[in-house]
């Protein structure tokens, strides 16, 4: 669900005098000169010295805060994503600027779908994410919050979502357990927030997946157990997903035991009554959202099938390749707003002003043509074929940079 029309006008505020020359000297970013940036970035990040590649994963990190449109940056996105993924196995230093990076770089060529799904690919492989219960310490939150931002640029429909949220989950699960003591509670929290963005890409008829695919998506028994936490920031993220949950009446999948524990739990929270002996009390804020949440969840009930057919047939009216737009939400325009802005950072303004991804029914978000089925596996080919002249292309053109020496002998 891209953020809109709303997002832009959010975005309208003109950027504070000196902007650009907070970028670590990456100040100029017209015409050529974001192709010298990219180039010289690239270059670095396949360094051999750690250095070196940390000063390149950087710069490309300030280039792309800044927002560099897709058909200056071509396939080389590609080749810069080989050498963050080989600077995750280095210290945590790097492995923090490379997570920051590849989430960057998906949401600035996000609104081509080859380039994105291809990192999104190359993200759900990395090893962290074969082993997510083993995820823990200071690069949890940067890999969960990359793993969001990569699912958010490249999901079209739940089943590009479902792999992300079943990582997370795992994630959640594992933490819940209490066999992981540190940094737990800073772990669920990005681990909810990645969820809660991940729910407002989420359209379709949902009714005919399976009973454990809906499990799967929405534990619903799960998250009854977050809400008993004693930490008022996961209290808060898992409020906000379940929020979205409720808006976009995704809690009609919950089971009838799940549904009444639920219902129970809210109340208690929306009388700012945690139930349990705490070691603090709901803020007004906190009071407030359950309210909202009880009250969502109950006009959801009363509504019933009339309600979810006319979503629907909003959620049908996006062109194919997109993500559904829902022109009904609130809660979910909140949470990508959130997530956005402190992800993004200081880029957040040039990418809600320049990036078509977050624009409502974008022309270049929407120029992928339908591929019949016939010619998907020949289509694919061809992509792979032009990724791979890409990538031979940008390492020649690395080596010459690097020895441009040996042209004066």
């Not at 970035?41 to 010295?49: A, D, M, W, Y």
């Not at 080989?86 to 080859?114: F, H, K, P």
């Not at 694919?380 to 020895?403: C, P, T």
Request: proline share 4%.
């Amino acid at each position: 669900m891209p953020p809109g029309r709303w997002f832009r006008d959010y975005a309208r505020v003109p950027a504070p005098a000196g902007y650009l020359s907070t970028r670590s000297g990456f100040n100029n970013f017209g015409g050529m000169e974001n192709l010298d940036v990219i180039d010289t970035c690239v270059n670095g990040i396949h360094e051999k010295r750690r250095s070196k590649r940390e000063a390149g994963i950087a710069g490309l990190v300030g280039a792309l805060e800044e927002f560099v449109p897709m058909d200056r940056i071509d396939y080389r996105c590609l080749t810069a994503l080989e050498g963050c993924k080989a600077s995750l196995l280095g210290r945590q230093e790097s492995a923090l600027l490379a997570y920051r990076a590849i989430g960057l770089l998906a949401l600035t060529v996000g609104a081509n779908r080859d380039c994105s799904e291809e990192i999104l690919a190359n993200v759900l492989a990395l090893p962290v994410f074969s082993k997510p219960r083993s995820m823990s310490g200071g690069t949890a939150r940067a890999a969960l919050d990359c793993l969001a931002a990569v699912t958010f640029a490249a999901a079209r429909c739940p089943e590009d979502a479902e792999p992300s949220i079943k990582i997370i989950w795992a994630v959640i699960k594992h933490n819940l357990a209490g066999t992981n003591a540190s940094n737990t509670d800073i772990v669920l929290n990005a681990a909810l927030s990645a969820w809660a963005l991940l729910l407002t890409t989420l359209g379709g008829n949902l009714r005919t997946q399976p009973h454990a695919w809906k499990e799967a998506m929405f534990p619903y028994g799960d998250l009854v157990k977050l809400l008993d936490t004693d930490d008022s920031a996961v209290l808060t993220a898992a409020g906000e997903a379940l929020a979205v949950c409720a808006e976009l009446n995704l809690t009609r999948h919950a089971t009838p035991k799940d549904m009444q524990a639920l219902e129970s739990k809210v109340a208690d929270l929306a009388s700012g009554s945690r139930g349990v002996e705490e070691d603090y009390d709901l803020t007004g804020e906190q009071c407030v959202m359950f309210r909202q949440i009880s009250t969502m969840v109950k006009a959801k009930q009363e509504q019933g099938d009339g309600w979810e057919e006319e979503d629907l047939m909003m959620r049908r009216s996006a062109p194919s390749s997109q993500r559904c737009v829902l022109k009904v939400s609130k809660w979910a325009r909140l949470v990508q707003l959130n997530f956005l802005k402190r992800f993004l950072g200081k880029g957040f303004v040039k990418h809600a002003r320049d990036n078509p991804l977050l624009q409502e029914n974008s022309s270049d978000a929407a120029a992928v043509d339908e591929v019949p089925s016939g010619k998907s596996k020949q289509c694919r080919f061809g992509r792979e074929k032009q990724w791979s002249v890409a990538l031979r292309r940008d390492r020649m053109i690395g080596w010459e940079n690097k020895n441009a020496f040996s042209q004066l002998l």
